[in-house]
């Protein structure tokens, strides 16, 4: 009896569930539940056996017109066909279904949501149909076989990471409407070779080209106006780079390790150049600093070793810590006098450095300026210097100061045994501090302590037989 009222308490809760679902989900053919509405039909989920899909245009005798969120999760499809009915394709529907090796997209779709074909690793090529405004952030993400993507001219936007990780990815062409190339938007795309865009370009965002490290040709747009930090970090592979007019600022490790960027135009319009922007461009050599440049940041063109020259605009008033470490070949440097603070380390590394006239804003050198510019023979300092650390030349076996009569400089270079010559005479001179003589030593107050035995004579013994100094007269 238990039994049976337990079965039909079991088919009772079956008929319930059921109940619920239909109220909510239209089982459909072919595996695929549909939300039904007034006047359209929603994809929800696909329950098929089938790895091959193909979603009709009409359901219960409504439009399909969605794919919704998540629909197809993690499914194990390989093929799926859309009708031309559907609008949307929503947040992360077909996200992680890595044996999904073709969609077929028809006109009529407008919108791609955020991750909607994120970790579809089989994918090997995309045609989003024309019709489509929106393609959502990390769209693609990590579609790492997708080799080629046909991008239409209705697409006005472009979500951030919409390619991240797409390591197969060779070229891409941008439509005129996109104006925002976004954050990481191709980052670790390491087999693109190029990037065409449109003419009205306006900003590159934050590592859109991190790790690209195959692109060669790429032209940023003259309408550019914002550069992002790290945009092209690791594009081991472009050659040159041209900024445009109106770019104020380049941001820290724009440019940093694009090891094969033999030059970089800089317009006027640039006044700040962020930290490590040009660090490790071991090609780089032909760049000149804006005239109006007003900050230059640490590591700005650390190790960039065949920098032969550089001359720092009147504008800029202090360099920043390792701002020219490791340049190997810089050779020429041509410093202001209204420069007033060096940085630490700033020359430190480099090494066909010969000649160097300190400016006279600058009263302080700083510790490892110049360590080990083993090629660096001749330093001029002025007389207004009055700090110089004896780390400032470590290294520097072979450098002889030039130095003033009377100046700090000069007494510095006698007080560290430095090579120096005196080439004239310090208007402001250097007092040197004076030194108090050791003071004596002060006697006991109570005098002389007599010796045990009564005798007077030095350390207690007799002063001999020649006389009576010293000795206590017989009683």
């Not at 919704?68 to 529907?93: K, Y």
């Not at 979500?159 to 409407?177: D, K, Q």
């Not at 135009?265 to 930290?275: A, F, K, N, Q, R």
């Not at 230059?296 to 020259?309: E, I, N, V």
């Amino acid at each position: 009896m238990k039994t049976k009222h337990a079965l039909i308490l079991l088919i009772l809760i079956f008929a319930a569930v059921a109940v619920l679902c239909l109220s909510s989900c239209e089982g459909g053919t072919y595996g695929l539940r549909f939300e039904v509405y007034d006047d359209h039909a929603s994809v929800i989920e696909y329950v098929g056996e089938s790895a091959n899909v193909t979603v009709e245009a009409e359901y219960k005798g409504v439009p399909v017109t969605e794919i919704a969120d998540e629909a197809f999760l993690n499914e194990f499809i390989e093929t799926i066909s859309l009708p031309d009915t559907v609008t949307r394709i929503g947040e992360g529907a077909f996200r992680g279904s890595d044996k999904l090796a073709s969609i077929e997209m028809q006109p009529g779709i407008t919108e791609i949501g955020p991750a909607a074909f994120s970790g579809c690793s089989s994918l090997t090529s995309v045609t989003v149909p024309d019709g489509v405004t929106s393609v959502g952030s990390s769209a693609f993400f990590g579609c790492t076989n997708l080799a080629s993507v046909s991008l239409p001219d209705s697409l006005t936007e472009l979500g951030i990471r919409a390619f991240y990780n797409c390591t197969s990815l060779v070229t891409v062409s941008l439509p005129e409407g996109v104006t925002v190339i976004g954050d990481g938007m191709f980052w670790g795309c390491s087999s693109l070779t190029k990037v065409e865009t449109g003419a009205d370009v306006t900003e590159i965002g934050s590592t859109a080209f991190c790790d690209c490290t195959s692109l060669a040709e790429f032209t940023i747009p003259a309408s550019v106006r914002k550069i992002g930090a790290s945009a092209f970090i690791n594009c081991s592979s472009l050659p040159s780079a041209e900024i445009p007019d109106g770019v104020t600022a380049l941001e820290d490790k724009t440019f940093y390790n694009c090891s094969s960027m033999k030059s970089c135009s800089l317009p006027e319009t640039v006044t700040e150049i962020g930290s490590e922007t040009f660090a490790r461009c071991s090609s780089l050599d032909g760049v000149k600093l804006p005239a109006k440049l007003t900050s230059l940041g640490s590591s700005a063109f650390f190790d960039c070793s065949s920098l032969s020259s550089i001359k720092i605009p009147e504008t800029l008033t202090r360099l920043s810590d390792y701002t020219f470490s490791g340049c190997k070949s810089l050779s020429s440097v041509e410093l202001h006098d209204g420069l007033t603070y060096p940085g630490l380390s700033t020359f430190s590394g480099c090494t066909s450095l010969t000649e160097v006239v300190i400016p006279k804003g600058m009263t302080a050198l700083t510790v490892s300026m110049f360590r080990n510019c083993t090629s660096l023979t001749k330093v001029v300092l002025h007389d207004m210097i009055d700090t110089i650390p004896n780390e400032a030349f470590t290294g520097c076996g072979k450098v002889r100061m030039q130095v003033l009569s009377g100046s700090y400089a000069e007494y510095w270079a006698r007080d560290t045994s430095k090579l120096f010559d005196v080439v004239g005479t310090a208007e402001h001179k250097y007092e040197p501090p004076v030194i108090p003589p050791d003071e004596p030593e002060i006697p006991d107050e109570e005098g002389p302590q007599m010796p045990e035995d009564g005798n007077e004579g030095a350390n207690g013994n007799d002063t001999g037989s020649g006389g009576n100094a010293g000795r206590r007269p017989r009683g």
